[in-house]
């Protein structure tokens, strides 16, 4: 009796033990199965660079720091309207004289680079109509054809508000001080009336 009742505790500490071992096995199977990593679809469209295979850099038109209008080596300063360049050119070397430097934060962008920047104003402003009164669709965007530049620092915008109609360079919406565009007519008859903001300007509705 001794001796069977024996056999049966050794039978089931080895019964015992193949089951730990089965569970033990299943356990990091079971756990990695239940978080798996997220889809490279899931992720943000940011996150794949937009239009690009890679990441959007200075090719796109994003800017440096530290960049002027005097700047022909990058892109975003380059690809500037001729006509709009030179207007700020000679703009910012009257500017030196008073100690104002003409930094650009934006020029001209790819369309890549534009749809990049209405996602993120879509996310941050939480709807495309809010986002609309900061940033323009690539089919509209001036950016876009080189037709407008946002220059850095307040003593530029400031600088400009009094002298830039004298070439040309004025700003189109009240609520982007820094926002310049183009404008031959206003050497003769002064800058037109602002805009709110984007989406009153008629070019914004195409």
């Known amino acids: ?15 015992l033990a193949v089951i730990t071992a089965v569970l033990g096995h299943q356990v990091p199977k079971s756990s990695s199965s239940s978080s798996p990593s997220p889809p490279s679809a ?3 469209s940011d996150a794949h660079g937009g239009e ?3 990441a959007l850099g200075e090719a796109d038109g994003l800017v440096p720091n530290g960049v002027t209008v005097f700047d022909d080596t990058i892109p975003a300063v380059a690809k500037l309207d001729p006509d709009l360049l030179q207007a ?31 996602r993120q104003a879509v996310a941050t402003y939480g709807s495309a109509n809010e986002a609309a009164r900061w940033v ?20 530029a915008t400031a ?17 982007e001080a820094w926002h310049y565009e ?14 709110a903001d984007p989406t009153e300007d008629p070019r914004m509705q195409q």
């Open 52 to 54: 690009h295979s890679g």
């Open 42 to 44: 899931a992720l943000p």
């Open 182 to 195: 183009l404008r031959t007519s206003a050497i003769a008859r002064g800058c037109p009336p602002m805009y």
């Open 88 to 118: 700020l050119r000679r703009a910012a070397s009257a500017a030196e004289h008073d100690g104002v430097t003409f930094y650009v934060n934006s020029g001209w962008r790819s369309k890549a680079y534009q749809n990049q920047l209405l």
């Open 136 to 155: 323009a669709t690539a089919a509209t965007s001036p950016h876009v054809t080189g037709d407008a530049v946002d220059l850095g620092r307040s003593d």
């Open 159 to 175: 600088w400009l508000s009094r002298h830039g109609a004298d070439y040309g360079l004025c700003q189109i919406y009240r609520n």
């Open 1 to 15: 009796m001794t001796r069977t009742r024996g056999l049966l505790v050794v039978g089931l500490m080895v019964v």
